[in-house]
RNA sequence: GGGCCCGUAGCGCAGAAUGGACAGCGCAUCGGCCUUCGGAGCCGGAGGUCGUGGGUUCAAGUCCCACCGGGCCCGCCA
């Protein structure tokens, strides 16, 4: 197992034995302050009234007879502290095989034991291409999905496809009454030409009540599965589908199963919530007023929610509200139902594993709901629905801690973006995204325009290189580029995307990532001896020490990232990674030292790209060996 | 009106789950480093009332309260 947690784990003991009850303990900044740090004596200093000095003494003379293998010194700092310092010859050894051995799958740790999780991403209405806004869930979402698959947890990928509300009728009314044609014009991606006529037809019906009334009639009839209007609306939703997974892919996510909304409704998956929101009064019929003939959700037990009024479940006409759906469905996901949806394959993934589809006509059963817990990536806009649904799930008697909302901020368009779409900014410094309005950067375009800067750059390194190379590694890099620059923020702070920002492929962005590794490989690759982590030098080299405690962190890493949800934690691992490494490789020659040294630097080269192998993988930043 | 989120250098961001020692990084700017493993890199300079004011604490960017500024949500839309 991991050496520096072991490091950690004696201290702990140490401490435990010396009398503190709840040992603190904390990484030091500064390498002057020893490995691992603790201000335990302060606590004790409180409850004796003796200075924490005193204290923090009298703690390291009791723990002056152990017999020890990793804390190499001992020291009291003022006011209080208790600075341990590791043995790093010891330490190297250990970390160094390990993560040698294990290579990309170096750090892994079992804390999923196993447990299903569902995650839902993307859900991109299927009228319009993905822009930027979606493809910040897509990159949360398939990061979130990927640590949770390293940490040993069952994970399935859920897309759900709203595939009957207005946004479709408004383009199905284009192809039917307002003589667009289905086929794009040429070079134009389906996905995108639709996302295009669909803010010019909103236009149109905003002026237009003729429009507007037959907008609602389509609307009403997507929802009759006899219909010619359902039948036509599911050739567009598929095309427009496979377009946006062409996108999801590129940027590297993957799917298990893709939930269309229609199909929540086909298979009534909210008569069973219905029926037992009806047990336990928690929903009730509206006789007068203007919610007349409504039933409304109770929320007035709710410390938060009671203060905005109650919540339309099923409309006067009969229908479902989007709430009413997205509750059947997630109460399908924690397997709170006797009823299930019925499937077909839909594709392939890149990585070969298959994608299924609802489908009322299907042949296939499936076990994709029913989850330990749920993670939606949706953006915080979706809050309180979302806040509904769970309160909801409480009342059908589930522990509401198994689903997660898993929230993040819009992105919206820089005032230099959005002059280039010709949208008036006025003073203000940045403007939202807006599909109907026409607002929005597109994912593909922006992918095509970073790939060719990057191209641009591999041309000059190596004008040696055929197309084909120099193509490929553009892509890695644009991937890398616009996955890092999506998640490297909070997920709480908005994101005003601003193109030659995201386009940046120097300084804090993905490929600085992929620079440290492609140099890695090099050192490898002209080798001509092996690496070997049991020659440890006498003095180890301050470089060395970082870069061993960098790699040695990442278990830790990925405990903290997957507790917390936050993708974010690896990324700036990732980046503080790449740097100590860069400092190692200034200062430390490897491939001219002397050998005992050589095969030694040789290993931390080697544990250094599982490390950054493994971190990368969870991000999603692609990796190349050369760029 | 009610609820939620954000505010750290000119700009963009870490540091916020567990309060700990002089608050870090990138861009931009100024100055260095290629006869030595890839300069998409490295080193150094300059640049900070951590929105403001209180409070808790031995210790607050981090916790609590108030306020200011910005954003979002509160529809028989989804």
Same mark, same amino acid.
């Given at each position: 197992?991991?050496?520096?947690?072991?490091?950690?784990?004696?201290?702990?003991?140490?401490?435990?034995?010396?009398?503190?009850?709840?040992?603190?303990?904390?990484?030091?900044?500064?390498?002057?302050?020893?490995?691992?740090?603790?201000?335990?004596?302060?606590?004790?200093?409180?409850?004796?009234?003796?200075?924490?000095?005193?204290?923090?003494?009298?703690?390291?003379?009791?723990?002056?007879?152990?017999?020890?293998?990793?804390?190499?010194?001992?020291?009291?700092?003022?006011?209080?502290?208790?600075?341990?310092?590791?043995?790093?010859?010891?330490?190297?050894?250990?970390?160094?095989?390990?993560?040698?051995?294990?290579?990309?799958?170096?750090?892994?740790?079992?804390?999923?034991?196993?447990?299903?999780?569902?995650?839902?991403?993307?859900?991109?209405?299927?009228?319009?291409?993905?822009?930027?806004?979606?493809?910040?869930?897509?990159?949360?979402?398939?990061?979130?999905?990927?640590?949770?698959?390293?940490?040993?947890?069952?994970?399935?990928?859920?897309?759900?496809?709203?595939?009957?509300?207005?946004?479709?009728?408004?383009?199905?009314?284009?192809?039917?009454?307002?003589?667009?044609?289905?086929?794009?014009?040429?070079?134009?991606?389906?996905?995108?030409?639709?996302?295009?006529?669909?803010?010019?037809?909103?236009?149109?019906?905003?002026?237009?009540?003729?429009?507007?009334?037959?907008?609602?009639?389509?609307?009403?009839?997507?929802?009759?599965?006899?219909?010619?209007?359902?039948?036509?609306?599911?050739?567009?939703?598929?095309?427009?589908?496979?377009?946006?997974?062409?996108?999801?892919?590129?940027?590297?996510?993957?799917?298990?199963?893709?939930?269309?909304?229609?199909?929540?409704?086909?298979?009534?998956?909210?008569?069973?919530?219905?029926?037992?929101?009806?047990?336990?009064?928690?929903?009730?019929?509206?006789?007068?007023?203007?919610?007349?003939?409504?039933?409304?959700?109770?929320?007035?037990?709710?410390?938060?929610?009671?203060?905005?009024?109650?919540?339309?479940?099923?409309?006067?006409?009969?229908?479902?509200?989007?709430?009413?759906?997205?509750?059947?469905?997630?109460?399908?996901?924690?397997?709170?139902?006797?009823?299930?949806?019925?499937?077909?394959?839909?594709?392939?993934?890149?990585?070969?594993?298959?994608?299924?589809?609802?489908?009322?006509?299907?042949?296939?059963?499936?076990?994709?709901?029913?989850?330990?817990?749920?993670?939606?990536?949706?953006?915080?806009?979706?809050?309180?629905?979302?806040?509904?649904?769970?309160?909801?799930?409480?009342?059908?008697?589930?522990?509401?801690?198994?689903? =997660?909302?898993? *929230?993040?901020?819009?992105?919206? +368009?820089? %005032? &230099? /973006?959005?002059? $280039?779409?010709? @949208?008036?900014?006025?003073?203000?410094?940045?403007?939202?995204?807006?599909?109907?309005?026409?607002?929005?950067?597109?994912?593909?375009?922006?992918?095509?325009?970073?790939?060719?800067?990057?191209?641009?750059?591999?041309?000059?390194?190596?004008?040696?290189?055929?197309?084909?190379?120099?193509?490929?590694?553009?892509?890695? =890099?644009?991937? *890398?580029?616009?996955?890092?620059? +999506?998640? %490297? &923020? /909070?997920?709480? $702070?908005?994101? @005003?995307?601003?193109?030659?920002?995201?386009?940046?492929?120097?300084?804090?962005?993905?490929?600085?990532?992929?620079?440290?590794?492609?140099?890695?490989?090099?050192?490898?690759?002209?080798?001509?001896?092996?690496?070997?982590?049991?020659?440890?030098?006498?003095?180890?080299?301050?470089?060395?020490?970082?870069?061993?405690?960098?790699?040695?962190?990442?278990?830790?890493?990925?405990?903290?990232?997957?507790?917390?949800?936050?993708?974010?934690?690896?990324?700036?691992?990732?980046?503080?990674?790449?740097?100590?490494?860069?400092?190692?490789?200034?200062?430390?020659?490897?491939?001219?030292?002397?050998?005992?040294?050589?095969?030694?630097?040789?290993?931390?080269?080697?544990?250094?790209?599982?490390?950054?192998?493994?971190?990368?993988?969870?991000?999603?930043?692609?990796?190349?060996?050369?760029?």
């Amino acid at each position: 197992m991991n050496g520096l947690k072991q490091f950690v784990d004696e201290v702990r003991d140490l401490l435990k034995k010396s009398g503190v009850e709840e040992p603190k303990t904390v990484f030091p900044k500064d390498p002057r302050f020893g490995d691992l740090s603790s201000p335990s004596a302060f606590d004790i200093a409180k409850k004796t009234g003796n200075p924490p000095v005193q204290e923090a003494r009298a703690l390291a003379a009791r723990m002056s007879g152990e017999k020890l293998r990793y804390v190499e010194k001992i020291e009291v700092a003022d006011p209080g502290y208790l600075n341990f310092y590791a043995n790093w010859k010891t330490l190297a050894v250990e970390i160094l095989s390990e993560a040698v051995e294990r290579g990309p799958r170096y750090g892994e740790i079992d804390i999923g034991k196993g447990r299903y999780v569902l995650v839902e991403h993307t859900s991109v209405n299927p009228n319009k291409a993905l822009h930027i806004g979606h493809a910040r869930n897509v990159c949360l979402g398939d990061s979130i999905a990927r640590l949770l698959t390293k940490t040993s947890h069952k994970v399935a990928v859920a897309n759900y496809i709203d595939d009957s509300g207005v946004q479709m009728a408004e383009i199905l009314l284009a192809f039917t009454h307002l003589g667009y044609s289905i086929n794009p014009p040429e070079g134009e991606k389906f996905d995108q030409y639709c996302g295009r006529i669909y803010a010019e037809v909103s236009k149109k019906i905003e002026s237009n009540p003729e429009l507007e009334n037959l907008k609602r009639k389509i609307a009403a009839d997507l929802e009759n599965y006899e219909s010619q209007v359902y039948r036509f609306n599911a050739e567009v939703v598929d095309r427009v589908l496979r377009e946006q997974l062409k996108t999801c892919w590129r940027l590297g996510a993957r799917y298990d199963v893709l939930n269309k909304e229609s199909d929540v409704l086909f298979f009534d998956l909210w008569d069973d919530v219905f029926k037992s929101l009806r047990e336990e009064n928690a929903v009730y019929f509206v006789d007068s007023g203007p919610k007349k003939g409504c039933w409304m959700f109770d929320l007035r037990g709710h410390p938060k929610l009671s203060k905005e009024g109650d919540e339309v479940l099923v409309k006067s006409d009969g229908s479902t509200t989007y709430v009413a759906r997205d509750l059947g469905y997630a109460a399908w996901k924690l397997g709170l139902l006797n009823r299930d949806f019925k499937y077909r394959m839909f594709g392939v993934n890149p990585d070969n594993t298959p994608v299924y589809i609802t489908d009322r006509k299907g042949h296939e059963t499936k076990q994709f709901g029913s989850a330990s817990y749920t993670i939606n990536v949706v953006d915080v806009r979706q809050r309180r629905p979302q806040e509904i649904v769970r309160y909801a799930l409480e009342k059908l008697g589930a522990d509401p801690s198994r689903y =997660i909302h898993y *929230a993040y901020e819009v992105v919206s +368009l820089s %005032r &230099a /973006d959005a002059e $280039k779409l010709n @949208v008036p900014v006025e003073e203000a410094s940045f403007v939202h995204m807006s599909g109907r309005g026409g607002i929005y950067v597109n994912v593909d375009p922006l992918l095509d325009y970073i790939k060719a800067k990057a191209i641009e750059g591999a041309r000059q390194r190596h004008p040696d290189w055929s197309s084909e190379k120099t193509e490929y590694v553009g892509e890695q =890099i644009a991937v *890398a580029a616009l996955r890092y620059f +999506l998640v %490297r &923020a /909070d997920p709480d $702070k908005m994101i @005003v995307f601003d193109s030659s920002e995201a386009a940046d492929i120097e300084g804090d962005t993905g490929p600085y990532i992929m620079y440290a590794y492609a140099r890695a490989t090099r050192i490898l690759e002209k080798s001509d001896t092996s690496p070997d982590p049991r020659r440890t030098p006498e003095k180890l080299e301050a470089q060395e020490i970082e870069l061993l405690r960098k790699i040695s962190i990442l278990p830790m890493v990925y405990e903290e990232a997957v507790k917390t949800l936050s993708v974010k934690r690896v990324v700036t691992y990732l980046r503080e990674l790449a740097f100590v490494f860069n400092d190692f490789y200034e200062t430390c020659p490897v491939l001219s030292a002397a050998d005992d040294t050589k095969v030694f630097r040789l290993a931390m080269v080697e544990a250094f790209r599982s490390a950054m192998s493994s971190a990368a993988q969870v991000v999603g930043i692609p990796l190349v060996e050369e760029m």
